[in-house]
Antibody, heavy 124, light 107 residues
Framework: EVQLVESGGGLVQPGGSLRLSCAASGFTFSNYVLTWVRQAPGKGLDWVSAISGGGGTTFYADSVRGRFTVSRDNSKNTLYLQMNSLRAEDTAVYYC?????????????????WGQGTLVTVSS | DIQMTQSPSTLSASVGDRVTITCRASQSISTWLAWYQQKPGKAPGLLIYKASRLQSGVPSRFSGSGSGTEFTLTISSLQPDDSATYYCQQDNSYRLTFGPGTKVDIK
């Protein structure tokens, strides 16, 4: 069974840092693009970042570029999101999600499996 | 970035009704569109990808159609378990964008 389990969320002060992890099982981890999507309380879905199967290609939303870093350890089947200079508007549930292929290609970037999410709250 | 809109924002329908949700893209995205279902407190789940392909395990009462800039998600016979928020998402670009969602309630 394909499974993604996020961890690392919590309460952090504005300007602080947090590292999220997403542990994967049930599939060949390095064969798939992984994506972070967030959802602010009561709001819609917001794409944050994505990384190719090999880890060599990464993309970021404008709102987080320069503050967040996505990475993966294919030997540990784990995805990470390092979040620095956090702001109140970063408060959200953060989901990791798996794509259907290892590379970025139009029509193959949909998200076929999602984790349960981890809540990040940025507040003083 | 490609902007996505959905209509209606909410709808209320009876069990057995045919329900249609519309999603529009700000530019042509071919058939690179997915639909997700999200229930309160849960992660989204994939329903449809490439505009019309049903994800494995999804009931056949769900269907998708469209191309270019206009797409629809149809539930042929609404069931109580279908009460949820539905999101469209374009994957024409790796910079994924989602529609604002359509909340479906059961009367």
């Amino acid at each position: 069974e394909v499974q993604l389990v996020e961890s690392g969320g919590g309460l952090v002060q504005p300007g602080g840092s947090l590292r999220l992890s997403c542990a994967a099982s049930g599939f060949t981890f390095s064969n798939y693009v992984l994506t972070w999507v967030r959802q602010a309380p009561g709001k819609g879905l917001d794409w944050v970042s994505a990384i190719s199967g090999g880890g060599g290609t990464t993309f970021y939303a404008d709102s987080v570029r320069g503050r967040f870093t996505v990475s993966r350890d294919n030997s540990k089947n784990t995805l990470y999101l390092q979040m620095n200079s956090l702001r109140a508007e970063d408060t959200a549930v953060y989901y990791c999600a798996k794509g259907p292929v290892a590379y970025f290609s139009s029509g193959d970037c949909y998200l076929d499996c999602w984790g349960q999410g981890t809540l990040v709250t940025v507040s003083s | 970035d490609i902007q996505m809109t959905q209509s209606p924002s909410t709808l209320s329908a009876s069990v057995g009704d045919r329900v249609t949700i519309t999603c529009r893209a700000s530019q042509s995205i071919s058939t690179w569109l997915a639909w997700y279902q999200q229930k309160p407190g849960k992660a989204p789940g994939l329903l449809i990808y490439k505009a019309s392909r049903l994800q494995s395990g999804v009931p056949s009462r769900f269907s998708g159609s469209g191309s270019g800039t206009e797409f629809t998600l149809t539930i042929s016979s609404l069931q109580p378990d279908d009460s949820a928020t539905y999101y469209c998402q374009q994957d024409n670009s790796y910079r994924l964008t989602f529609g604002p969602g359509t909340k479906v309630d059961i009367k």
